[in-house]
């Protein structure tokens, strides 16, 4: 392990007259209609954290995930194309993109994930966050870690270490 990089926690937009307005809603399908949710990127990170809690409760299972990310799903959300929208971001992230364009739509608000069969210490823990203009939200939350592979080369590995001690506020500057 080379450093940690910073915390990040699980938020989900939803329609406030949608039929999935809590965690509960993604657990169970309405009909036979499975809930559908954007996760980002195929091969980003809430789509990885969304893998891992619908293994951790397979109540998850029968969400529909699509791959629709950014402030696109936030549109997809609002005009009723999908049920809700996942991403992850360091819960000290008030200007996140996502959570501005939820919270800029009166329709749209956002809630957490934090079953007690996802919060152990080898995967996630259970918070309780203040969100500007929603209130406080109980979501799961991690550590992202940066590992090197046993044939890094110590001068790689002391330069990603340098950026993580010197450089952190730039590299967690959203773009």
């Not at 392990?1 to 910073?6: A, E």
């Not at 809630?111 to 969100?131: H, Q």
Request: net charge negative; aromatic share 6%; charged share 20%.
């Amino acid at each position: 392990m080379v450093g940690k990089l910073t915390d990040e926690c699980l938020f989900v937009a939803f329609r406030k007259n949608g039929k999935v307005v809590d965690a509960a809603g993604l657990e169970q399908p309405a009909g036979d209609a499975k809930p559908t949710l954007a996760v980002g990127e195929a091969d980003g990170g809430t789509y990885e954290t969304w893998r891992i809690v619908s293994q951790l409760e397979p109540a998850y299972g029968a969400v529909a995930t699509r791959f629709t990310a950014g402030t696109l799903a936030i549109n997809h959300l609002a005009a009723g194309m999908l049920d809700a929208v996942a991403w992850v971001t360091n819960p000290a992230n008030a200007d996140h993109k996502l959570l501005r364009a939820t919270l800029a739509d009166p329709a749209l608000s956002i809630f957490g994930i934090a079953d007690a069969s996802l919060v152990s210490p080898e995967t996630y823990e259970s918070r309780e966050l203040k969100i500007p203009g929603v209130g406080s939200i109980r979501t799961i939350c991690t550590s992202t870690m940066i590992f090197s592979g046993p044939g890094t080369p110590k001068r790689v590995v002391d330069g990603v270490s340098d950026v993580l001690s010197l450089q952190r506020d730039e590299l967690l500057a959203e773009p």
